[in-house]
């Protein structure tokens, strides 16, 4: 490792970094705009200047931007010295001549890089005398703010936007010093990562503007780690209260999972913490005969409870924890999954894959280096959104390595790598139903039904090994696409099969599994990623349970009485017409959850628990790794976490071991103990009594204000601060004022660095893994040495039925999610229920854009306007899933029009 | 024995001296312009609040005794949704004054604040807010700020350009 000199100071540095990564890996203050970790170097601000020396003679040096230099060995240069740190001053002082006089009513300030960097630089007085430049601003939707007069041209937002997310709506305008970062006209900012800007731009141009709705400084808020409930991927957040509502969600860097961005969906969705639909209290529905009112409500559960007629429906929205005393509580025999059943069969498989089968399942940032990727029934775009953010960076793996050996240029050279890259995709393959996003970076996309997407991908596999079975009857499209794709894979080291739940179809998983082990048999370190629906849905599948088909069936024929349901709106996973009859026949149903839907309608006795931000649990994503979340607050009323409550409805009911698990790491451990499967779940934050120096980490900065007036309308005499029991993290702001550890990480922060900008001073290395390692922990490992047992079972092609049409589900990030809908923002955005035809099918039925399409479905009718889409495959009907008002049809399957 | 006399002599001398007493509180004691004493929200020149809710009085107040929510108008302007100072907590040390980019808080020579009832020492926004611009005259935060707020276009500012056209080819 080559050693460098900083200020006559010898450093061990990596190799091939540059200078100012070097720099702020070591813990120095090097003043920055226009770098940025995920993004790389284009020493545009000239911010970062250094003085670097030739040898120990060179007195007089030279200034050099650091992000620009790599590092070697030997190297010397002075980042204190006096002609550097001037340089810095001027060139900020240049940057600050059309600033605006906004801190106070910017809603960066107090997290903003721009004011971090000018008081590191010292520039503390205006020299400019002359006036400021200014602009209008636009209009740019639903969550982004703009304030184009705060911009310092550092062109990270649209090298952010264009160049790493693939956005095509904002852009730079204009020339010379009247350069515009913005849309062509007014309008929402197309992307579904655009909510990124709001940290990726150092000022105040572009902030959240749901935050406006409700502005609290960052300072201010009370933050806690947590997992995003968006998908299944598990993205680290943060989220930040206030005054008893959730204000913000931030990026929480995992460098294993979500790296330094989210997605729309993830950092917007979050306002359903604060809706008025919340349960808040208790809810019982007194029967005529029942006369024990004034009873505690548990007690109302209790009575209600017949011995023996009990059963329990979990939820892959709730923690493995709740769902795991909910299992206890009602016996494994009656504890049922609450998903659909095509779902539970899609994740059963992926589950039974990931652990039985040799391939691993791909982290996100193992995705985005991944050289060659095939995509199967899959539109990342809506249904794993940071997953398709990876599969965008992983095309440029290719293009990247070979220009970086053509060119001799090191990655970070943004600029330099981007201008020799061109245009060049390395391999990306995309087999669904209809045109997705991703298409427009994939070398080919195949739009085809699922079946035929599995055909294809078993004869990939035939053609990468002969001896897997040849699929007859193709197409020549088919084998056409079948062979590009098998010789685009054979070059390939670190190939990535991408499947999941979107297609609806298990051929297609098994498919890709299949295509994976092959890849794995011909030496390539092949990886494997299914995507789940939900935050828990592989949590709530390890635990393992009955169908919920079964649970009707319990219900109907009368072997079940009561009904406990686990934050689950049934109405979501069963029909209509199964669901009304389902309620119908049970006696007494009794709902946890955090908001009013069709099935709290339905209930004896609601219960109100927390939601991710009001309790601590934890969630298994998609690649099988436990991610804690942790309270953010102690919520109003009588909200408490789903296991708090069925704890002590536990210890009610006389149940002896629940009655054991007095505090939540008793639960943890319990769980680790009871299910291999969840052998570590129990370490992965530090235990309740966890302290250092004597004290719990605050989950408020230091500058926390208002203590003692936030309350004092109410009563003069403060309250007995909230305290946490349950985890090393306090409520207050009194605590250790160090750095936390990396699972416990409630806001980023480091004296100077106020803005999330600090995340640097928390990492081994900029861009690296926290200290102490990336928090959570993988449950699911592959089987390297077990025998790769490859489907041999290919499927029928799709053939269209006359009169018929195979109904394919499609996702809308915006909308197809049951809670984020509850964001303003996001409802805005959702789409309106419609069916998706092919002209041709269109024409057969006799019905143009916009007319209404009749269909049977269960003896429910749907009438839903028709669109057109040409890519669509023939015979096929796109609906979208998941939309309010939009019943459950299950999907795929066909339906007679 | 000398000494003696003398302090009793300067002791009746100081029956002809001016009083140093106030007989407060018929007779009330002058307070220097910038005594630290009650605190207040004052109003810009053209009548509307200074306060911006920018929460820098808040962080910086010692006891934590300051809480607001900022919120804004259809036009873009700022402005407290609520403003809360816990008297009973504060100690008048005036660093939310020091603090207050907009003039807007500011502390009066003022101190006959005294209640029977702690809680009536919570003093909200109503209570705070004075038809008066105080110790500073003349000074409009939005006149100098790159906000836009109704009347107040941009480019409109204090030394500021009128907003780029960036449809222009010009130089």
Redesign the interface.
């Known amino acids: 490792m080559p050693i460098i000199n900083i200020d006559n100071i010898p450093y061990e540095v990596k190799e091939g970094k540059n200078l100012l990564e070097a720099c702020l890996s070591l813990g120095l203050n090097l003043p920055y705009f226009c770098w940025h970790p995920a993004l790389g170097s284009v020493g545009a601000c000239r911010q970062c200047a250094v003085k670097i020396f030739k040898d120990e003679q060179d007195t007089r040096g030279k200034l050099m931007m650091a992000c620009m230099e790599p590092v070697k060995d030997g190297m010397r240069l002075s980042v204190n010295d006096s002609d550097a740190v001037a340089f810095r001053g001027h060139v900020i002082g240049w940057l600050m001549t059309n600033h605006p006089h906004d801190c106070a009513v910017c809603d960066e300030g107090g997290s903003c890089h721009l004011q971090d960097m000018t008081v590191m630089t010292g520039h503390a007085y205006r020299d400019y005398h002359f006036s400021k430049r200014t602009y209008r601003n636009q209009h740019l939707g639903p969550f982004i703010n703009h304030e184009m007069n705060r911009c310092i041209q550092c062109y990270r937002c649209v090298r952010f936007y264009k160049d790493f997310a693939g956005g095509k709506d904002l852009d730079v305008f204009a020339a010379h010093n009247h350069v515009y970062f913005g849309r062509q006209q007014d309008g929402t900012l197309e992307n579904e990562f655009s909510g990124n800007l709001v940290e990726v731009c150092p000022t105040g141009v572009f902030t959240d503007k749901t935050l406006k709705q409700h502005y609290t400084r960052k300072w201010d808020l009370t933050t806690a780690p947590s997992i995003c409930q968006g998908c299944g991927l598990g993205c680290n957040i943060i989220a930040g209260e206030r005054y008893g509502s959730l204000r913000q969600i931030t990026n929480r860097y995992n460098g294993a999972v979500n790296g330094y961005f989210l997605c729309d969906r993830g950092r917007y969705g979050y306002e359903f913490v604060n809706s008025k639909d919340r349960i808040r209290e208790p809810l019982v529905v007194h029967a005529p005969d029942d006369k024990a009112n004034g009873l505690p409500v548990l007690q109302h559960v209790r009575n209600r409870m017949k011995p023996g007629k009990v059963i329990g429906i979990g939820s892959p929205r709730a923690s493995v924890e709740s769902n795991y005393v909910l299992k206890e509580l009602v016996g494994e025999n009656n504890f049922y999954l609450g998903i659909g059943e095509i779902e539970h069969e899609l994740i059963r498989l992926m589950l039974k894959l990931l652990k039985e089968g040799p391939v691993r399942a791909a982290s996100m940032q193992e995705a985005a280096a991944a050289d060659a990727v095939v995509i199967l029934g899959e539109d990342l775009t809506n249904t794993a959104p940071m997953l398709a953010l990876s599969v965008r960076q992983a095309v440029r793996r290719m293009p990247v390595d070979h220009a970086i050996s053509s060119i001799h240029m090191p990655a970070w050279q943004d600029a330099a790598v981007r201008e020799a890259v061109q245009e060049n995709k390395g391999p990306l393959f995309i087999l669904h139903v209809v045109e997705t996003k991703l298409d427009e970076v994939a070398t080919g996309a195949y739009h085809t039904a699922p079946d035929n997407i599995a055909r294809i991908a078993f004869a990939v596999s035939h053609l990468l090994d002969g001896t897997l079975p040849e699929v007859t009857g193709m197409s020549d499209e088919g084998k056409q696409a079948a062979a590009t794709i098998a010789a685009a894979l054979r070059g390939a080291k670190r190939p990535l099969v991408i499947a999941g739940y979107g297609g609806g179809s298990e051929q297609v998983i098994r498919a890709a599994a299949n295509l994976a082990w092959a890849l794995k048999q011909q030496g390539a370190d092949a990886m494997l990623s299914f995507t789940v629906p939900e935050c828990n849905s592989m949590g709530l599948e390890m635990l393992g349970g009955l169908r919920l088909e079964s649970a009707v069936d319990a219900v109907l024929n009368g072997s079940a009485e009561t009904v406990l349901i686990l934050e689950n709106d049934l109405y979501r996973r069963l029909d209509l017409h199964t669901a009304n009859q389902f309620f119908g026949h049970c006696k007494e149903v009794i709902v946890l959850d955090h908001l009013h839907n069709a099935t709290t309608e339905r209930a004896n006795i609601v219960l109100p628990v927390g939601t991710f931000a009001e309790a601590d649990g934890t969630l298994v994503n998609n690649e099988g790794r436990a991610q804690r979340f942790l309270q953010v607050f102690n919520p109003q009323g009588a909200i408490q976490e789903s296991w708090r409550w069925l704890l002590q409805l536990g210890d009610i009911c006389g149940h002896t071991h629940l009655r054991s698990l007095l505090h939540y790491d008793d639960l943890l451990k319990a769980i680790a103990a009871k299910y291999p499967v969840f052998i570590g779940i129990d370490t992965l934050t530090p235990p309740a009594d966890f302290r250092i120096a004597g004290q719990k980490i605050p989950r408020e900065p230091h500058r926390y204000s208002g203590r003692t007036a936030m309350q004092a309308n109410v009563n003069v005499s403060e309250p007995k601060p909230a305290e946490d029991g349950d985890t090393a993290l306090s409520f207050t702001m009194e605590g250790y004022r160090g750095e936390p550890p990396s699972s416990v990480i409630p806001f980023f922060w480091a004296p100077g660095w106020n803005s999330v900008q600090s995340v640097n001073k928390y990492q081994v290395e900029t861009g690296g893994p926290l200290h102490g390692g990336n928090p959570g922990k993988r449950l699911l490992e592959p089987n390297p040495n077990g025998p790769t047992k490859f489907y041999t079972n290919i499927p029928d092609p799709f053939i269209p039925v006359g009169g018929h049409l195979l109904l394919v589900p499609l996702y809308h990030i915006f909308g197809s999610e049951e809670l984020s809908i509850h964001t303003p923002g996001i409802a805005q955005r959702m789409p309106a229920p419609y069916i998706m035809l092919h002209s041709e099918d269109a024409r057969r039925f006799q019905v143009a854009a916009g007319h209404l399409l009749y269909f049977m479905d269960n003896g429910h009718q749907y009438a839903l306007p028709v669109v057109i889409n040409d890519t669509l495959q023939k015979g096929a009907a796109g609906i979208p899933v998941g939309l309010p008002h939009m019943q459950v049809a299950e999907a795929p399957q066909l339906v007679k029009i | 024995m000398f000494s003696l006399l003398r302090s009793m002599w300067l002791v009746f001398l100081h029956m002809f001296h001016k009083r140093d007493t106030y007989q407060y509180p018929e007779q009330k004691a002058p307070l220097p312009a910038r005594w630290r004493g009650r605190i207040a929200l004052t109003r810009d020149p053209d009548g509307e609040e200074r306060c ?5 009085c ?2 910086a ?1 010692p ?10 108008d259809e036009h873009g302007r ?1 402005y407290p949704e609520f403003f ?3 008297f ?2 504060c100690i008048f040390c005036g660093f939310c004054e020091e603090a207050c ?2 003039y807007a808080i500011q502390l009066l020579p003022d101190f006959e604040m005294a209640e029977y009832n ?2 009536n ?2 003093y ?1 926004k109503h209570d705070l807010l004075i038809p008066s611009q105080g110790k500073y005259p003349g000074y409009n ?1 939005y006149k ?5 707020i109704k009347n107040k276009d ?2 409109e500012a204090e ?6 056209d ?4 010009l ?1």
Do not use: F, M, W
Request: with cysteine; charged share 20%; glycine share 6%.
């Open positions: 911006v809710g920018c929460y820098l808040a962080a107040c006891v934590d005794c300051i809480s607001l929510q900022a919120t804004e700022r809360r100072i816990n009973s907590r980019p907009t702690r809680q020492l919570v909200e935060y100098v700020a790159g906000l836009a941009k480019g030394q500021e350009e009128p907003p780029v960036i449809k222009s080819l130089p």
